[in-house]
C-alpha cells in the first residue's frame, strides 16, 4: 500500500523559533498534499492544500506567511510554522492524494510543542 | 453548503455492537470514507462506499444510501481497542474530503 512519511515525529522548540516539517509520499506520486492540523480532543482542521509546482491554497483564518508550504516534488512537501508560539502547539498531519485523485494517505502527524 | 453531521460521543459494551451514522452534504459527491483515529494517531482507513449498499469488511461493515445522504458504520464485537474516534469524511466533486467532528467511542468492560 502507499505510505507516506513525516519528520519529525515530535519536535519541541523555543517561542520565536521556526520548525519546519516535511511530509514524503514513498512509493507513488502526490500531485496534492494536504496539512491538517488537530487540537486535543477536536477533529481534524483542514489548514491548506498544496499542488506540486503551484501556491498553496489556504483555509480561511489560516495566515499563509505563518504557515510556509512548499510543495517543489511530486514525493515531497514542506509545513514551515514560523515565529511560533505556544498556541501553535498541535498535532501535524499531512495526507497525499495519489495522481488518480481519489484516495489520499495520512502521515503519521507531528506533535509541535512550543516552550 | 457542504457538511457532515456525526454525534460527538458513543458509549458501548465489549462485545456488543454499534452504529455511529453519518449524514452529508456535499457539492457533488465522489464516496463517502470512514477513518478510524487512536489519540495522538493520525486517522487509518476503514472504509469507502460510492455506491448504495452495505460494505462488510470482518468486524466493521458501512452503508450508503445516496438519496437519503446518509451513512452508517457498524462495529461488531467490539474489542476494547476499538475505542476510538472515527470520522466520516465526504468527498466532493473536486475529490475534496469534507470531515465530520468524528465521534468518540467508549468501550466498556
Known amino acids: 500500500g502507499a505510505v507516506v512519511s513525516q519528520h519529525p515525529s515530535w519536535v519541541i522548540c523555543k517561542s520565536g523559533t521556526s520548525v519546519k516539517i516535511e511530509c514524503r509520499s514513498l512509493?507513488?506520486?502526490?500531485?496534492?498534499m494536504f496539512w491538517y492540523r488537530q487540537f486535543p480532543k477536536q477533529s481534524l482542521m483542514l489548514m491548506a492544500t498544496?499542488?506540486?509546482?503551484?501556491?498553496?491554497?489556504?483555509e480561511q483564518g489560516v495566515e499563509k506567511d505563518k504557515f510556509l508550504i512548499n510543495h517543489a516534488s511530486l514525493t515531497l512537501s514542506t509545513l514551515t510554522v514560523t515565529s511560533a508560539h505556544p498556541e501553535d502547539s498541535s498535532f501535524y498531519i499531512c495526507?497525499?492524494?495519489?495522481?488518480?485523485?481519489?484516495?489520499?494517505?495520512f502521515g503519521p502527524g507531528t506533535r509541535l510543542t512550543v516552550t | 453548503g457542504q457538511n457532515i453531521d456525526q454525534p460527538t460521543e458513543m458509549t458501548a459494551t465489549e462485545g456488543a455492537i454499534v452504529q455511529i451514522n453519518c449524514t452529508y452534504q456535499?457539492?457533488?459527491?465522489?464516496?463517502l470514507f470512514w477513518y478510524q483515529q487512536h489519540a495522538g494517531e493520525a486517522p487509518t482507513f476503514l472504509s469507502y462506499?460510492?455506491l448504495d449498499g452495505l460494505e462488510e469488511k470482518g468486524r466493521f461493515s458501512s452503508f450508503l444510501s445516496r438519496s437519503k445522504g446518509y451513512s452508517y458504520l457498524l462495529l461488531k464485537e467490539l474489542q476494547m481497542k476499538d475505542s476510538a474516534s472515527y470520522l466520516c469524511?465526504?468527498?466532493?466533486?473536486?475529490?475534496?474530503?469534507?470531515w465530520g467532528a468524528g465521534t468518540k467511542l467508549i468501550i466498556k468492560p
Open positions: 495526507s497525499a492524494r495519489d495522481t488518480q485523485g481519489l484516495w489520499q494517505y
Open positions: 512509493d507513488f506520486q502526490a500531485t496534492t
Open positions: 498544496s499542488n506540486e509546482g503551484s501556491k498553496a491554497t489556504y
Open positions: 456535499t457539492s457533488g459527491f465522489n464516496g
Open positions: 462506499n460510492v
Open positions: 469524511a465526504g468527498s466532493d466533486s473536486n475529490y475534496q474530503l469534507i
